[in-house]
């Protein structure tokens, strides 16, 4: 069965600089989707990013991207110019690719972001 | 507006009062799910469907019933609710298929069984 691993529990970064989150996986299988979700107060699950994992290029959604490492099994989000809106836990999340779409999504503990003014 | 409702926001039941979560969503999603959120475990699928009555458990599966009848309708039933099922519970939905269609969630359903 596929892990996802968040090593960092909590994570406390000054606004507007940039902060790092790390993810790390461990599957068997060369197709899959990993995505970051990110979870407000309002337990909203929200999606930030995703990387269908046959593409090199790292996806980026504004002041959001991610550093994609397949090899090392590896998939940290980047938040630049951080904001007191970006408070909450992120979760990154893994999804297979079986073909016949019965995969869900398998997540991580999570990352408490914590955003100081 | 897209989107996947859940109802009640918050629930507190007893032990063994037979409860339902209904879950409702309006893309004309083929995939649902449910998923329990607890604190230092992250999110785990209870079970999803792949279509109207095709249903199958996720990873944690036990105590939990779920029926999809319509394509809409995902409810979550819990036939003889236990203490250790308090936890906060999201329906989530996407279209099924190529491509990596993300997960739609609802506002989740906080659940407290004494």
């Known amino acids: 069965a596929q892990t996802v691993t968040q090593s960092q529990p909590e994570m406390s970064v000054q606004e507007a600089e940039t902060v790092t989150l790390s993810c790390t996986y461990d599957?068997?299988?060369?197709?899959?989707?990993l995505f970051w979700y990110k979870q407000p107060p309002s337990r909203q699950m929200i999606l930030v990013i995703r990387q269908e994992a046959y593409k090199q290029q790292n996806a980026t959604e504004n002041r959001f991207s991610v550093n994609f490492q397949k090899a090392a099994k590896s998939f940290s989000l980047k938040i630049s110019d951080s904001q007191l809106g970006d408070a909450a836990m992120y979760f990154c999340a893994y999804r297979g690719y079986s073909g016949g779409g019965a995969d869900g999504l398998t997540f991580g503990k999570g990352t408490h972001l914590i955003i100081q003014p | 507006e897209a989107q996947v409702t859940q109802n009640p926001r918050y629930l507190i039941t007893v032990t063994g009062k037979k409860l339902t979560v209904t879950c409702s969503q309006n893309?004309?999603?083929?995939?649902m799910s449910w998923y329990r959120q607890d604190p230092g475990l992250g999110l785990r699928q209870i079970y999803y469907s792949m279509n109207v009555e095709v249903t199958d458990k996720g990873d944690v599966p036990e105590g939990y019933k779920v029926s999809r009848k319509e394509k809409r309708n995902f409810p979550l039933i819990l036939e003889s609710p236990s203490p250790n099922q308090t936890s906060l519970y999201f329906c989530?939905?996407?279209?099924?298929?190529?491509?990596?269609?993300?997960?739609?969630f609802g506002n989740g359903t906080r659940l407290t069984v004494t």
């Open positions: 599957t068997s299988e060369s197709d899959y989707y």
């Open positions: 989530a939905s996407r279209r099924s298929g190529a491509g990596n269609s993300p997960l739609h």
């Open positions: 893309m004309n999603h083929e995939y």
